[in-house]
């Protein structure tokens, strides 16, 4: 009876075990799906939204830049993208609320596409005054010229209320990091 005793004792420290150890192979898996999920790659819009407000104004301390934009044409073979950018920064010393500084230019960005992922590597913009519409000319294809020239107050004011909403939605989920 003792051997069946202690038996039953190592088999129930053994199942005990497993079942410990099952548990936490699953909250391994668990803790791996939530990395997983952490890391995903990200969308193209916040490639071209993270690289817009990091590249096309020069910083400030205490500034929080959002990006609006719309793509108005790819060239996927010369590895380009056409779109015409909104960028506004806000002061967070302030109340954030408006934004101290922004701008509204058309941009050539460099892109490339490694396993579906956008990457970009450079952009370009039209020179002010005089040198702007020799430089759309240049730099975009004809097709659009146009539009780049006369990119309509209602495009601009659809890129500010797309930025109103981003600005509302950080500020009701506790602003984003500083950056400088």
């Not at 790659?41 to 959002?66: C, H, N, R, W």
């Not at 302030?94 to 956008?118: C, H």
Request: net charge negative.
């Amino acid at each position: 009876m003792k051997f069946g005793l202690a038996g039953i004792l190592l088999g129930a420290i053994l199942v005990t075990g497993c079942a410990n150890e099952a548990v936490n192979v699953q909250d391994v898996a668990v803790n791996l799906e939530e990395h997983q999920k952490e890391r995903q790659p990200a969308s193209e819009e916040q490639v071209i939204e993270a690289y817009l407000t990091d590249k096309l104004m020069s910083p400030s301390t205490g500034d929080v830049k959002f990006a609006a934009f719309e793509i108005l044409e790819e060239d996927t073979q010369a590895g380009k993208m056409y779109a015409w950018s909104l960028i506004e920064a806000y002061d967070l010393a302030r109340d954030a609320s408006e934004s101290t500084r922004g701008v509204s230019i058309p941009v050539v960005l460099k892109v490339s596409r490694t396993n579906g992922s956008l990457a970009i590597t450079g952009h370009t913009t039209p020179r002010d005054g005089s040198y702007y519409a020799p430089d759309v000319r240049a730099l975009f294809p004809a097709r659009i010229q146009d539009k780049v020239l006369h990119y309509s107050s209602q495009h601009i004011q659809s890129l500010m209320k797309e930025m109103e909403e981003k600005v509302k939605a950080a500020k009701e989920n506790g602003m984003p990091r500083q950056q400088s």
